[in-house]
């Protein structure tokens, strides 16, 4: 298996990558490796440039520049008339809309019982800290009668 996804560090033996033009830039890695597998089942040579970098650290997607699909410049018209046939927006229908509804109050449930839990918390570690407090108060009067009264008098 030849894999294609190139950084700027990287040289492959299968790509003349010399000449190469960026036709399309993308911020997250699976969108370029999305597009990549398009053209790549249309057997249209090309890499990604900044590819393993971003898939390192995704912050530094910004940095480089995005992750750059490259192809060779007379392959550049056909390849994107292909992605655009492909980039066909998902239609949102009530099913779908109902489910994300659910979701975010599922979510919004789940935040605010986080909140009570930890509320709850800070409120029995405030009184545990209290008592604590007058236990430890408590022992050391207990320790002091102790020893005034049986070893001292």
Same mark, same amino acid.
């Given at each position: 298996?030849?894999?294609? =996804?190139?950084?700027?560090?990287?040289?492959?033996?299968? !790509?003349? !990558?010399?000449?190469? =033009?960026? !036709?399309?830039?993308?911020?997250?890695?699976?969108?370029?490796?999305?597009?990549?597998? !398009?053209?790549?089942?249309?057997? *249209?040579?090309?890499? #990604?440039?900044?590819?393993?970098? &971003?898939?390192?650290?995704?912050?530094?997607? @910004?940095?480089?520049?995005?992750?750059?699909?490259?192809?060779?410049?007379?392959?550049?018209?056909?390849? #994107?008339? +292909?992605?655009?046939?492909?980039?066909?927006? *998902?239609? &949102?229908?009530?099913?779908?809309?109902?489910?994300?509804?659910?979701?975010?109050?599922?979510?919004?449930?789940?935040?605010?019982?986080?909140?009570?839990?930890?509320?709850?918390?800070?409120?029995?570690?405030?009184?545990?800290?209290?008592?604590? +407090?007058?236990?430890?108060?408590? @022992?050391? &009067? $207990?320790?002091?009668?102790?020893?005034?009264?049986?070893? @001292? $008098?």
């Amino acid at each position: 298996m030849k894999d294609n =996804v190139l950084d700027d560090d990287f040289v492959s033996k299968n !790509i003349p !990558i010399a000449g190469f =033009v960026e !036709i399309r830039n993308y911020s997250f890695e699976h969108e370029a490796v999305f597009a990549k597998a !398009i053209l790549d089942s249309e057997s *249209i040579q090309n890499f #990604l440039k900044n590819a393993n970098m &971003v898939s390192v650290y995704s912050g530094m997607s @910004i940095g480089l520049g995005g992750v750059g699909l490259m192809v060779a410049p007379e392959n550049s018209r056909r390849a #994107l008339e +292909i992605l655009d046939r492909q980039e066909i927006p *998902i239609e &949102v229908d009530d099913d779908m809309q109902a489910e994300a509804y659910l979701l975010n109050l599922e979510m919004e449930a789940a935040e605010e019982e986080q909140e009570e839990l930890y509320d709850n918390r800070s409120s029995m570690s405030g009184i545990l800290n209290v008592f604590m +407090i007058a236990l430890g108060g408590t @022992i050391v &009067v $207990f320790v002091l009668w102790l020893l005034l009264k049986y070893f @001292i $008098f």
